[in-house]
Structures are given as structure tokens and as C-alpha cells.
């Protein structure tokens, strides 16, 4: 299997800002998108955003439009999201997740993707 390892998380002040970071260790792929989700207590998991492997469509839910920015670096097999002007209601822990190849798919499904990592607490205080 593949590994997604999540990192960046923690607590900030409502406001403030954070930068998720997402490594797939173990199996690689030859190309894959990537996606962000998240989940807070006691809601489903909700999309977040989403990138294509060329890195040049990108996708983000309303509620964070504007404040966040995924990107990718290839060359070191990362996906970030930079959050910015986090609000509360941003707390949850967040996943990140893997689909394999490069070819056209619903970014929001979370059934399409392949992989997932084990999840990082993002917690915004008011």
C-alpha cells in the first residue's frame, strides 16, 4: 500500500494561518492528483480541496475559497494547502488523499481516490 503522511497541523488563533504538507512514502505512481479533505466531530468527512498532477487545475470547496491555496511540488512528491484566515469552524482533522494516474475524475468523491493518509488536527481557537 501507500503511505500519505500528513503534517503542518496544530492549533492557531482564529485568523491565523497554517500549511498542511502531504508525502506519499512506499509505492509510487507514475502520476496521481491529490485531494484534501476534512472532518470535524461528530460531521462527515468533507471535501477541501483538490489538485491535478500537472498542478494546473485545482478545486476548492466555497467554504474555504479564497482562504485556502493547494499546491504541489512533484520533484518532492508533497501536496500542500495553505490555509489562511483560519476560522473556527476550519477545526477538524485533516486528510489527505491520493488518486492514481492523471486522467479526468470528480475531485469532491471521495471514493475516487485510492489512498488516504492517517489525518492531522487542525484546531482554530475563537
Known amino acids: 500500500q501507500v503511505q500519505l503522511v500528513e503534517s503542518g497541523g496544530g492549533l492557531v488563533q482564529a485568523g491565523g494561518s497554517l500549511r498542511l504538507s502531504c508525502a506519499p512514502s512506499?509505492?509510487?505512481?507514475?502520476?496521481?492528483?491529490m485531494g484534501w479533505f476534512r472532518q470535524a466531530p461528530g460531521k462527515e468527512r468533507e471535501f477541501v480541496s483538490a489538485i491535478s498532477w500537472s498542478g494546473d487545475f485545482t478545486y476548492y470547496a466555497d467554504s474555504v475559497k479564497g482562504r485556502f491555496t493547494i499546491s504541489r511540488d512533484n520533484a518532492k512528491n508533497t501536496v500542500y494547502l495553505q490555509m489562511n484566515s483560519l476560522k473556527p469552524e476550519d477545526t477538524a482533522v485533516y486528510y489527505c488523499a491520493l488518486k492514481i494516474g492523471s486522467h479526468t475524475y470528480i475531485p469532491q468523491v471521495q471514493h475516487e481516490y485510492n489512498y488516504w493518509g492517517q489525518g492531522t488536527q487542525v484546531t482554530v481557537s475563537s
Open positions: 512506499g509505492r509510487t505512481f507514475s502520476s496521481y492528483a
